[in-house]
């Protein structure tokens, strides 16, 4: 399967604790991109990459939200002190971007479903 | 700011009708227009998008697309539905803000094909 992966699929913990997410893009693949989705609600933007840089962050990435994307390929997303408002899901796409963001497709991952208890 | 609509929360069809779930749109500029799906405990999986040219955009699964500049609408269409067409459907629209590229997600609509 070449498509974007995400570990892990589901992730439980408590009030608190600090959780990370992984997504694996498309190999070729140069954008990575993080979402949050809430029920009944489509995806919501948190966070950019283009290569090994992170170049946009939503106001919904608060400071206790932090990506890395080290060697321009895989990504994690950090959690720490989660909140119960932090359950969600949390999909991972990915893009190759050759110039007009526009035309582009991105392609999502199945997600990281994280409740917070 | 862009914005999307689909203001049906849910859709049903019976099986073998002609579906149609409705998007209308909302940016400053030229709009870019995608329709993905999400089945259950799934991620989005890319149906459609519209650039620019003909306004009946064809995509994956026999879905299709109409482009009414306006009326601001881009709905998603099908000439005859099956059973595993039920699933999540979300409209999206990207503008290029600062050269920095921003996607805006509909709510998005359940679809429910009946046998």
């Known amino acids: ?117 | 700011a862009q914005s999307v609509a689909q203001p049906e929360d849910q859709v049903n069809v019976a099986e073998g009708n002609p579906l149609t779930v409705k998007c209308t749109y909302s940016v400053s500029g030229n709009p870019y227009l995608f329709w993905y799906v999400q089945y259950p405990n799934r991620g989005l999986q890319f149906l459609l998008k519209y650039i620019t040219g003909d306004n009946l955009v064809k995509g994956s699964y026999g879905f299709e697309a109409e482009f009414n500049k306006s009326q601001t609408s881009f709905h998603l269409k099908k000439p005859s539905a099956l059973v595993s067409d039920s699933a999540l459907y979300f409209c999206a629209v990207r503008e290029t803000s600062g050269g920095y590229q921003k996607v805006t997600f509909g709510t998005g609509t359940k679809l429910q094909v009946i046998p």
């Open chain 1, 1 to 117: 399967d070449t498509g974007v992966s995400q570990n892990p699929r589901h992730k439980i913990t408590k009030r608190g604790q600090n959780v990370t997410f992984r997504c694996d893009p498309i190999s070729e693949h140069n954008r990575l991109y993080w979402y949050r989705q809430t029920l009944g609600q489509g995806p919501e933007f948190l966070t950019y990459f283009q290569n090994e840089a992170q170049l946009e962050k939503s106001r919904l990435l608060s400071d206790r939200f932090s990506a890395e994307r080290p060697k321009g390929s895989f990504s994690t997303l950090e959690i720490q002190r989660t909140e119960q408002g932090d359950s969600a899901m949390y999909l991972c796409a990915s893009s190759l971007g050759t110039g007009e963001f526009r035309r582009e497709t991105q392609y999502f991952g199945p997600g990281t479903r994280l409740l917070v208890l």
